[in-house]
């Protein structure tokens, strides 16, 4: 067969394959268009659910790709006044900080009608303010170890409802605070989830504030003032009813030496007593 007859034969099979291809629906791409796969729904990578993550085949940052919403907040609720019913952390599996001084044991405990904090997570937020090389452990007096339950403790980190703390505290019920009573270092929900108002220095840093000041009193030490205006607060200072010029501090040894003011208490009012926290 001629080369001119080839040709024709051949342009008349491409011919009929694209008329075949029509006729069946099948197709190709667009030229420089990829392939685009099933859009399928289904968890996140860290595999929590992602409420309709959309995989489509783009590359990431396509224009019209999807993207996992956010996981809503954990909202935290509670009565009043709680059952005095409690949830221990485990024990912390590292050493206790620090290598020389007397050991103390403690308990993390959280009550149970609190809802939305994990006892967990609690827990290591208490052991990771008494394990901070800024906390009691720096001057070598005392080392800090978390227990669990079943073993003896010298003291319990509480987190309690502010009627509970009232209970435990039996000082004046204000519900608004938190104390030490005892061996009971209790700390009032409703301080842990909104600090206080006017508080600039976050709430990260007036929990590590409320640990170290309510187990200081533990170890002995009483209340201080502002050592001057614009200066950090000591933390033995009763910073959640005011800070009188100083600036939020949450530790006893902020550069590896002892910070303290004037001994001594302001005679500062308590804000009302505040109720319970619905979920929302």
Not at 22 to 45: D, F, M, S, Y
Not at 66 to 90: D, E, K, L
Not at 131 to 159: K, M, N, S
Request: charge should be positive.
């Amino acid at each position: 067969m001629s080369t001119k007859a080839t040709r024709s034969v051949n342009a008349a099979s491409v011919a009929l394959l694209l008329v075949m291809a029509l006729l069946t629906g099948c197709g190709l791409p667009a030229a420089g268009q990829p392939a685009t796969g099933p859009t399928t729904t289904g968890p996140a990578p860290d595999g929590r659910p992602s409420a309709g993550r959309v995989t489509t085949g783009r590359p990431a940052g396509a224009a019209g790709s999807a993207v996992a919403a956010p996981s809503p907040a954990v909202q935290v609720s509670y009565p009043a006044t709680g059952g005095n019913r409690w949830s221990v952390a485990a024990a912390e599996t590292t050493p206790a900080r620090g290598n020389r001084g007397r050991l103390l044991r403690y308990r993390v405990a959280v009550e149970r009608d609190i809802r939305g904090l994990a006892v967990a997570d609690v827990a290591a937020a208490v052991s990771a303010t008494l394990d901070d090389p800024r906390g009691w452990t720096a001057g070598g007096a005392w080392r800090l170890r978390r227990v669990g339950a079943a073993t003896p403790a010298d003291f319990t980190v509480y987190l309690a409802t502010p009627g509970t703390r009232d209970r435990l505290c039996q000082d004046v019920p204000d519900g608004y605070t938190s104390c030490r009573r005892g061996d009971r270092v209790v700390l009032n929900v409703a301080r842990w989830i909104k600090a206080v108002p006017g508080y600039r220095a976050g709430l990260d840093t007036y929990r590590q504030y409320m640990v170290n000041h309510e187990v200081g009193h533990r170890l002995g030490l009483g209340h201080e003032r502002c050592p001057g205006r614009g200066r950090p607060a000591p933390v033995m200072q009763q910073q959640t009813l005011g800070l009188h010029g100083c600036t939020g501090n949450a530790w006893p040894y902020p550069g590896g030496v002892r910070y303290a003011g004037p001994v001594g208490a302001y005679q500062d009012d308590i804000p009302p007593r505040e109720g319970a926290r619905p979920a929302r």
